[in-house]
């Protein structure tokens, strides 16, 4: 599958990134900074106009962009930051996708992950309890 994966030069991006790229995925990461992806991805700036066409290219799309949860304190301001990180890189994936003649066959967004705790293969929804 063709994938387009943001936040794919971070923690978990960078691992979902091999292990797709293991089992045959095509990837394309959309980042805020360069980084690794690896080498198994190609990697393109959310200021460069190519990230549009690779949306619009993707039959699948994972959304796991945000500041790093650990970059320091959670002073009000920094809370704000991780926020807006989040929320802007959504609704810019988003609009991509409203111009682009074709659904995906997928679309994954995740944040803080760790919210919910192991639960194994139990499905989460936002109405599920955080975990301990």
Not at 9 to 19: D, M, P, Q
Not at 60 to 81: C, H, M, S
Not at 86 to 97: G, K, N, Q, V
Request: charged share 25%; proline share 5%.
């Amino acid at each position: 599958m063709n994938l387009v994966i943001t936040g794919g030069t971070g923690f978990i991006g960078a691992s979902l990134c091999r292990t797709l790229a293991q089992h045959g995925h095509v990837l394309t990461v959309i980042s805020r900074r360069a980084g690794s992806s690896a080498g198994v991805a190609r990697v393109v700036s959310w200021d460069a106009a190519e990230w549009r066409q690779a949306v619009a290219d993707a039959e699948g799309r994972v959304n796991l962009a945000g500041e790093p949860l650990a970059a320091g304190r959670w002073t009000p301001r920094q809370k704000e930051r991780l926020r807006e990180s989040r929320l802007s890189t959504t609704r810019r994936l988003i609009d991509a996708m409203a111009e682009t003649p074709r659904m995906p066959r997928a679309l994954i967004n995740a944040s803080a992950v760790g919210y919910y705790g192991s639960r194994d293969d139990e499905p989460l929804h936002e109405e599920a309890q955080p975990g301990a």
